[in-house]
C-alpha cells in the first residue's frame, strides 16, 4: 500500500462543522502534488425498526441540493463524542425515539476523495415514543413506513442519502442472512 508524506499543511478554513485543508504531499514516485480536504468530526445515523417491521425516516430540505430529501435520522458528532451516544440523542431529538437496543451495523466513509468524515450507521429496536425537540433551525418531518415500502423507495432511486441506503441494504442482507432476532 502507497502513503503520502505530508510537506506541508495550510488550515484555510475553519467553520462550525468543517475545517478545509490545503496539503502538499510527496508521491510514492517523489513527485509532490496538492490535496485539497475537508476535516470533519463525522456523525452517526440510525435505522429504527419498530415491532411491526416499520421504519422511521425524515424528511429534510437539503440547501447544497435545493431539494427535500428522505433519509433515517442523524446528526453530527461533537468532536470526540462516542458514536452512540451521537446516534440516541439524535433519534430522540429527531422523531421522539427512545430504543432498548442499537447495533452498529455499518461505518461509512461517504466521500472519501475529500474528506476524512466517518458515518456511523445503527438500528435501534424496542423503541418507544417520547417527545421529539429539534435543534433550533432544524425543521422537518417524520414518516413511518413498512421497511418494504423504504427498501423499494431506495431501489427506486426515491431515496438518494447514502447513509439511508446503507442502512436499508444492510437491514435487507441481515434480514435474508436470517440474522434477526425478533
Known amino acids: 500500500m502507497s502513503k ?35 476535516r470533519h468530526s463525522g456523525g452517526s445515523s440510525v435505522l429504527a425498526v419498530d415491532e411491526n417491521e416499520n421504519v422511521y425516516l425524515v424528511t429534510q430540505y437539503r440547501y447544497p441540493y435545493a ?14 463524542e462516542d458514536p452512540l451516544v451521537c446516534a440516541v440523542r439524535e433519534l430522540e431529538e429527531e422523531t421522539g425515539l427512545v430504543a432498548e437496543k442499537y447495533e452498529l451495523i455499518a461505518t461509512v466513509y461517504p466521500t ?16 418507544t415514543k417520547k417527545a421529539a425537540h429539534l435543534d433550533d433551525g432544524e425543521f422537518l418531518g417524520v414518516e413511518k413506513v413498512p421497511f418494504e415500502e423504504a427498501y423499494g423507495m431506495a431501489s427506486s432511486g426515491r431515496i438518494r442519502d447514502s447513509k439511508t441506503l446503507v442502512a436499508i441494504y444492510s437491514y435487507a442482507a441481515k434480514k435474508a442472512r436470517g440474522e434477526l432476532k425478533g
Not at 490545503?22 to 490535496?35: A, Q, T
Not at 472519501?112 to 468524515?117: F, L, R, V
Open 67 to 80: 431539494a427535500e430529501t428522505v433519509e433515517i435520522p442523524a446528526g453530527k458528532r461533537e468532536r470526540g
Open 4 to 38: 503520502e508524506k505530508t510537506i506541508n499543511s495550510t488550515l484555510i478554513y475553519d467553520g462550525r462543522i468543517m475545517r478545509l485543508y490545503k496539503d502538499e504531499v510527496e508521491l510514492e514516485n517523489g513527485k509532490k502534488s496538492i490535496r485539497e480536504y475537508i
Open 112 to 127: 472519501p476523495a475529500y474528506t476524512d468524515e466517518t458515518l456511523y450507521v445503527y438500528l435501534a429496536t424496542g423503541l
